[in-house]
Structure formats: C-alpha cells, structure tokens
C-alpha cells in the first residue's frame, strides 16, 4: 500500500502564499482520488481540494479562489497552492488517497472514503 508523505508547511503572513506537497511512496494509480484536508486541535478534520484521475477537482466553498489543487503526471506527488492565506487557516494540513472514484461537479471532497492518509504538515498563518 502506498504512503504518503506530506511537506512545505510553514510559518507566514496573513496575505502570504505556500505550496505544500505529498509525495507517494509509491505509483497511486491514475483512476485514485487524491485530496487535502486539514484539522485544527479540537475540531472535526474537513475536506479542503480533491482531484480525480480524471483531473477533475472539486474546492470546499472557503478556499475556492484562493487554493489549487493539482498532481504531476507520474501521479507520485501532490500539491496544493496556497494563496491569499488567512489566520483562521492554520492547521495541520494532510494528504490522502482513495481507490478510484471520480469527482462530479460540486462534488463535496468528504465523498470518498479515504484510506490512505500522510503524517499532517503544519501551516501557521500570522496577522
């Protein structure tokens, strides 16, 4: 089974961009979805941006704009591009991978079961 290794979280400012990435172990194959999602101490983890071998993607509301989501075409590492970042962003922030499935539009990214999950990387956002 293929692990997922996160990395890229940082320390910034309100205002400020990151790019985190997830490099896999090992091939994920191309039908796998592959999503971020992040959880601050004390409450429930959400989904951020998911991609579909498809390359369909799908954004919970409060990032759309601002994060992007995208593979390379080996499909061994993932990013998400973070701009426009805010405090209430802050969090450790993980990747995770599922089986194949596919995104339809306004598909929320919480639709898969996902089974395979990174370490976390932590992302602080200053004012």
């Known amino acids: 089974q293929a692990q997922l290794m996160e990395s890229g979280g940082n320390s910034v400012q309100s205002g400020g961009s990151l790019r985190l990435s997830c490099a896999a172990s090992?091939?994920?194959?191309?039908?796998?979805?592959m999503a971020w999602f992040r959880q601050v101490p004390g409450k429930k983890r959400e989904g951020v941006a998911g991609?579909?071998?498809?390359?369909?993607?799908t954004y919970a509301d409060p990032f759309k704009g601002r994060f992007a989501i995208s593979v390379d075409n080996a499909k061994t590492t993932l990013y998400l591009q973070m701009n426009n970042l805010k405090p209430e962003d802050t969090a450790v922030y993980y990747c995770?991978?599922?089986?194949?499935?596919?995104?339809?539009?306004?598909?929320?990214?919480?639709?898969?079961?996902?089974?395979?999950w990174g370490q976390g990387t932590q992302v602080t956002v200053s004012s």
């Open positions: 090992e091939y994920i194959r191309a039908a796998y979805c």
């Open positions: 995770a991978a599922t089986p194949p499935c596919g995104y339809g539009v306004g598909s929320p990214v919480e639709t898969y079961p996902y089974n395979i």
């Open positions: 991609i579909d071998g498809s390359g369909h993607t």
